[in-house]
C-alpha cells in the first residue's frame, strides 16, 4: 500500500519510506492513501492472541514489503518484555471496562507502538547499512518508551527533547537513568508544545533533516498508529466475541495519537458507536468538538501532564479527513492556525467532526474524585490520565459497552494518587530501583537554534 501527506505534496510512498520519512517533506503527515475494509475477519480474528492479531491487521498496510515471517519475528519480539500474557488485557471495574495498556516495559501505552517502532528501523537500517537521528519531544510517556524501544541499536542516535521540570519524577528518571551511548536527553526550559515546535522546525529544515538522517518516533510517524489501532480491535473482541454489537471507546488524549488510531479502527469496519475524547482542563480538543474551535490558550500544569497539551500534532490528520481529504483545505487552516493560534470551523464540517467523536472536560477536582471513588468501591488503583476518562465515561448513556483506555500504571503518578487517596501506590520494582541510579541529561534552552547545536556537536 502506498502512502501521501496530509499537504499533497509528497505521494506513492512506500511503506519503509513512511516510516524513515516520519514527518512527510512538504511539512505534512503521512497517511495510507487507502484505508482497507475488514468486517468479514471478525469472527476468525475475535479468537487471535494479540501478536496474532497485530501481524494479520498490520499486513493489510505493509502487504508484501515486509516477508511475513520477518513480520512475524518483528511483531514477537517487540511483545515478548510486556509482563501480561495478554499484552492488553481487558478488566471490567463498576459499570465500564478498562483495557489496560500498560504492561510493557515502561509501563505505559506508548511501549505497544514504540517497542515495535524500534524494531522496525533497526530492521530497515540493517537491510539498507543506513543510519537515523531520532528526534523527539514528550510529555512524559513518549521519550521512555521510545528511549526503551531504541537504546543500544545500531546506527541509531536518539535525541529526546522534554520540558524540563514538567513531567513526574518516574517519567524523567526513565528517561536520564538510560546511559547507552547512543540515547541523549534534553531537558528544555519551557513546555511541551515548545519541545514539539522545536522538533516540527528541524524536520522541515530539509537540508539538516537529510544531512542527519532525521526519523521520527512521535506519533506523527505513521507506524506509531498502526500498532496502536490493534488494541482497539483486541478490546473490542474481548467485550464483544460474538462481533454482533458495538462499543464505545472513551480514551484520555493529549497529542491526538491514542484516539486517531481509534478513528482509524472505525473507518477500517470496527462497530464503535461513540468515540469520546476525554481531556483535562487544557481542553482544546474538547473545545473544538463542542463548539468548533481550534484555539490556543496557555497551558496549565495539572495532574494529568501527559495531556498538557494546546497543539495536538496528530490532529492534522483528522482535519485531512474532516476536508474530504482535500490538501488545499487542509494546508490553508493549517497555515492559519499557525499565524493566529485559532482554527475554527461551523455549520457542516462541525456537524461532521461531532459525528465522528464526541468529547468531554474534566477538573483537577472531579480527577481526583473519580481516582478516590475507583479505589474504595473497586479496589481499583486508576493513573489521574485514566481517570479523565473514566470520568467522562460516567457521565455519557449509551445502551452499549464503554471501553476506556487505561494509558498508564497508577505508580508513574504516585502524587496525584496520594493526593486522591493520601498513599502513594507501590512502585514496580523496576520503576522503585530508580531512584539510585545515575542520571544524566543536558538542560537547554527552549530554542531550535539550541537544540540544533547541540545535535550537531554530539554527532561530531
Not at 547512543?182 to 526550559?189: G, M, R
Request: aromatic share 12%; proline share 5%.
Amino acid at each position: 500500500m502506498k502512502h501521501k501527506s496530509t499537504r499533497g505534496m509528497i505521494q506513492g510512498l512506500s511503506f519503509e519510506e513512511a516510516v524513515m520519512m516520519g514527518l512527510a517533506d512538504d511539512g505534512g503527515l503521512l497517511v495510507p492513501e487507502c484505508i482497507p475494509q475488514v468486517q468479514k475477519n471478525f469472527k476468525k480474528w475475535s479468537r487471535y492472541s494479540f501478536p496474532e492479531l497485530s501481524w494479520t491487521l498490520m499486513s493489510h498496510f505493509i502487504e508484501d514489503e515486509i516477508p511475513q515471517t520477518d513480520l512475524k519475528e518483528l511483531i514477537q519480539r517487540s511483545y515478548s518484555s510486556f509482563n501480561h500474557p495478554e499484552i492488553t488485557p481487558v478488566v471490567s471495574i463498576g459499570n465500564s471496562y478498562i483495557a489496560e495498556l500498560f504492561h510493557g516495559p515502561t509501563f505505559a501505552f506508548k511501549d505497544i507502538a514504540l517497542q515495535f517502532l524500534g524494531n522496525l528501523f533497526e530492521y530497515f537500517l540493517e537491510k539498507n547499512n543506513g543510519f537515523l537521528t531520532i528526534a523527539g519531544a514528550t510529555s512524559g510517556d513518549t521519550g521512555s518508551a521510545a528511549i526503551y524501544g531504541l537504546r543500544g541499536k545500531k546506527n541509531v542516535e536518539v535525541f529526546m527533547l522534554y520540558p524540563n521540570g514538567r513531567v513526574s519524577p518516574i517519567q524523567e528518571l526513565q528517561m536520564t537513568t538510560v546511559l547507552d551511548s547512543n540515547i541523549h536527553n534534553l531537558a528544555v526550559e519551557g513546555s511541551f508544545d515548545d519541545a514539539q515546535g522545536i522538533v516540527k522546525d528541524l524536520f522541515n529544515n530539509l537540508e539538516f533533516k537529510q544531512k542527519y538522517h532525521l526519523g521520527a518516533v512521535n506519533s506523527i510517524n505513521w507506524a506509531r498508529i498502526l500498532a496502536q489501532i490493534v488494541y482497539y480491535f483486541y478490546a473490542y473482541f474481548r467485550v464483544q466475541p460474538d462481533c454482533e454489537s458495538p462499543v464505545n471507546f472513551c480514551v484520555p488524549t493529549g497529542n491526538f495519537g491514542d484516539i486517531l488510531a481509534g478513528y482509524y479502527a472505525k473507518k477500517m469496519g470496527l462497530p464503535i458507536a461513540k468515540l469520546t475524547a476525554a481531556t483535562n482542563q487544557n481542553d482544546i480538543l474538547h473545545r473544538f468538538f463542542s463548539k468548533g474551535e481550534y484555539h490556543q490558550h496557555g497551558v496549565k500544569p495539572s495532574f494529568s501532564p501527559s495531556m498538557d497539551i494546546q497543539i495536538s500534532s496528530n490532529f492534522e490528520r483528522f482535519l485531512y479527513y474532516l476536508s474530504g481529504e482535500n490538501s488545499i483545505q487542509l494546508k490553508d487552516w493549517m497555515e492559519v492556525f499557525h499565524s493566529t493560534g485559532m482554527l475554527s470551523v461551523k455549520g457542516v464540517l462541525l456537524e461532521k467532526a461531532q459525528a465522528e467523536m464526541s468529547s468531554g472536560a474534566v477538573s483537577e477536582e472531579e480527577t481526583l474524585a473519580t481516582i478516590r471513588e475507583y479505589h474504595y468501591k473497586y479496589q481499583y488503583v486508576l493513573d489521574p490520565h485514566t481517570a479523565v476518562g473514566v470520568r467522562i465515561a460516567q457521565q455519557e448513556k449509551s445502551e452499549f459497552p464503554t471501553i476506556c483506555l487505561a494509558t498508564a500504571h497508577p505508580a508513574k503518578f504516585g502524587d496525584a494518587v496520594k493526593a486522591a487517596i493520601e498513599v502513594m501506590p507501590t512502585l514496580p520494582p523496576s520503576l522503585a530501583s530508580l531512584e539510585k541510579q545515575q542520571i544524566r541529561k543536558r538542560i537547554l534552552p527552549a530554542t531550535t537554534e539550541a537544540v540544533k547545536s547541540e545535535i550537531v556537536q554530539t554527532l561530531k
